[in-house]
């Protein structure tokens, strides 16, 4: 007998590009099963769930879906409340009493530790219900895929933002240094390096949480490639770290803040920067030191969406729709590489991706610890997409000098 009630789709964590393509993937795949009564969407996450503020998705036409999935950002709002098992059970009750029988959760992995929770909660009591969880994160860094929704758009986008900074910093040399977001893991910074195309182009060093973060090893990092090309372009991700695992910015800053939940503010703050265009500036005398910390601004930016991540994420949706109504069955989504390019999506079990965190693999990033591998460039270029921009140089030959 197939399982009949309501679809309530809620939206977690930090917004990307494409996560509306998720949310409609699923809204217009759950149209198509006649057991579907209703398609609920929770404001804010899993605060609106609790506060049951939820509005009625069903009603939507689907040209105005249409436009939501072609924009950034969560269009039902997000939260960073993470749920304990008394909130969760507080989720269940308003779930339970509204008729809510598949529960769809876009989010990375606080959010695949919360549908988790809730199902546990619902076979606790008998209640015949269908929990899935969707990835997204620009971080790249859930357990069980190959990469994330939300990803390949922030990569492009940082990978625009390096080249850039590259000419800039050719045409007026001196030192630059970018603040990548990325706590725990530094595939967003990584792709930094595929702003390269000439032997010159920054970014020329790259520093990654995975990998011990030496003061006096960057400082001789900098003046190597200084010395070399007369300037230097430097990606640093937010969490670049010590050997004790130690943030960098809590080692060298006077103050630092943190959130409610004790972790290091380390996005929205230039201090890292700072730091290190500071020691750089003591250390070399060099006058021309720039730091850059991108912020928000990686996350939702309209104009640099990749089409192969546009794709997948709407695929994602859709494939968690028929997993959960078609198929009756619970867990997450998961995207898979095969062959070169194309992907499989796959039903994981929710165990194995709940609040853990994937890393950078230790063939992406080179033996000095500054810099990522061929293997990484490789992983990266299809989840760009197509029709990246080409910086080009001028090749005209120089002129003779006559008077000097």
Same mark, same amino acid.
């Given at each position: 007998?197939?399982?009949?009630?309501?679809?309530? &789709?809620?939206?977690?964590?930090?917004?990307?590009?494409?996560?509306?393509?998720?949310?409609?993937?699923?809204?217009?795949?759950?149209?198509?099963?006649?057991?579907?009564?209703? &398609?609920?969407?929770?404001?804010?996450?899993?605060?609106?769930?609790?506060?049951?503020?939820?509005?009625?998705?069903?009603?939507?036409?689907?040209?105005?879906?249409?436009?939501?999935?072609?924009?950034?950002?969560?269009?039902?709002?997000?939260?960073?409340?993470?749920?304990?098992?008394?909130?969760?059970?507080?989720?269940?009750?308003?779930?339970?009493?509204?008729?809510?029988?598949?529960?769809?959760?876009?989010?990375?992995?606080?959010?695949?530790?919360?549908?988790?929770?809730?199902?546990?909660?619902?076979?606790?009591?008998?209640?015949?219900?269908?929990?899935?969880?969707?990835?997204?994160?620009?971080?790249?860094?859930?357990? /069980?895929?190959?990469?994330?929704? /939300?990803?390949?758009?922030?990569?492009?986008?940082?990978?625009?933002?390096?080249?850039?900074?590259?000419?800039?910093?050719?045409?007026?040399? /001196?030192?630059? &240094?970018?603040?990548?977001?990325?706590?725990?893991?530094?595939?967003?910074?990584?792709?930094?390096?595929?702003?390269?195309?000439?032997?010159?182009?920054?970014?020329?060093?790259?520093?990654?949480?995975?990998?011990?973060? =030496?003061?006096?090893?960057?400082?001789?990092?900098?003046?190597?490639? #200084?010395?070399?090309?007369?300037?230097?372009?430097?990606?640093?991700?937010? /969490?670049?770290?010590?050997?004790?695992?130690?943030?960098?910015?809590?080692?060298?800053?006077?103050?630092?803040?943190?959130?409610? #939940?004790?972790?290091?503010?380390?996005?929205?703050?230039?201090?890292?920067?700072? &730091?290190?265009?500071?020691?750089?500036?003591?250390?070399?005398?060099?006058?021309?030191?720039?730091?850059?910390?991108?912020?928000?601004?990686?996350?939702?930016?309209?104009?640099?969406?990749?089409?192969?991540?546009?794709?997948?994420?709407?695929?994602?949706?859709?494939?968690?729709?028929?997993?959960?109504?078609?198929?009756?069955?619970?867990?997450?989504?998961?995207?898979?590489?095969?062959?070169?390019?194309?992907?499989? #999506?796959?039903?994981?079990?929710?165990?194995?991706?709940?609040?853990?965190?994937?890393?950078?693999?230790?063939?992406?990033?080179?033996?000095?610890?500054? =810099?990522?591998?061929?293997?990484?460039?490789?992983?990266?270029?299809?989840?760009?997409?197509?029709?990246?921009?080409?910086?080009?140089?001028?090749?005209?030959?120089?002129?003779?000098?006559?008077?000097?």
């Amino acid at each position: 007998m197939k399982l009949e009630g309501k679809v309530l &789709i809620a939206q977690g964590g930090g917004p990307t590009a494409v996560i509306n393509q998720s949310l409609v993937g699923i809204i217009l795949e759950a149209r198509r099963y006649p057991q579907i009564t209703k &398609i609920y969407g929770a404001l804010n996450g899993v605060s609106g769930i609790v506060d049951e503020r939820f509005v009625d998705l069903t009603q939507e036409t689907e040209r105005n879906l249409e436009e939501i999935a072609n924009t950034p950002s969560s269009a039902l709002g997000s939260t960073r409340d993470k749920p304990d098992e008394a909130y969760c059970k507080q989720m269940f009750e308003v779930m339970r009493a509204h008729d809510i029988r598949y529960f769809f959760y876009i989010g990375g992995n606080d959010s695949s530790d919360t549908v988790r929770i809730v199902s546990e909660e619902a076979k606790k009591v008998g209640y015949d219900f269908r929990t899935m969880h969707i990835p997204k994160t620009i971080d790249n860094d859930l357990m /069980g895929n190959d990469h994330t929704p /939300g990803y390949g758009s922030a990569a492009r986008f940082v990978t625009q933002c390096f080249m850039g900074a590259n000419l800039d910093n050719r045409a007026l040399k /001196g030192v630059y &240094i970018g603040v990548v977001m990325g706590r725990h893991a530094g595939f967003l910074t990584a792709a930094s390096a595929m702003a390269q195309r000439f032997p010159d182009d920054g970014p020329h060093l790259i520093y990654l949480p995975e990998r011990p973060f =030496h003061m006096s090893q960057f400082l001789s990092d900098v003046k190597n490639v #200084y010395d070399k090309y007369g300037r230097c372009v430097i990606a640093a991700s937010e /969490g670049v770290q010590d050997e004790n695992g130690q943030p960098i910015m809590i080692k060298y800053a006077n103050k630092v803040e943190r959130d409610a #939940y004790g972790n290091v503010q380390l996005s929205g703050s230039g201090i890292l920067g700072d &730091i290190l265009a500071t020691y750089i500036k003591n250390k070399f005398h060099i006058k021309r030191v720039r730091a850059d910390t991108f912020g928000y601004l990686q996350r939702s930016f309209l104009g640099s969406v990749s089409d192969t991540d546009r794709a997948e994420a709407r695929e994602v949706g859709e494939k968690a729709a028929q997993y959960a109504i078609l198929h009756d069955m619970d867990g997450s989504i998961t995207i898979q590489r095969v062959g070169d390019y194309a992907v499989d #999506y796959r039903l994981t079990d929710i165990g194995q991706i709940a609040a853990l965190t994937r890393c950078m693999p230790d063939a992406f990033i080179n033996e000095e610890a500054n =810099h990522v591998t061929e293997a990484f460039r490789s992983y990266a270029r299809p989840l760009l997409g197509s029709n990246m921009p080409i910086a080009g140089r001028l090749r005209a030959p120089m002129v003779k000098k006559l008077v000097r």
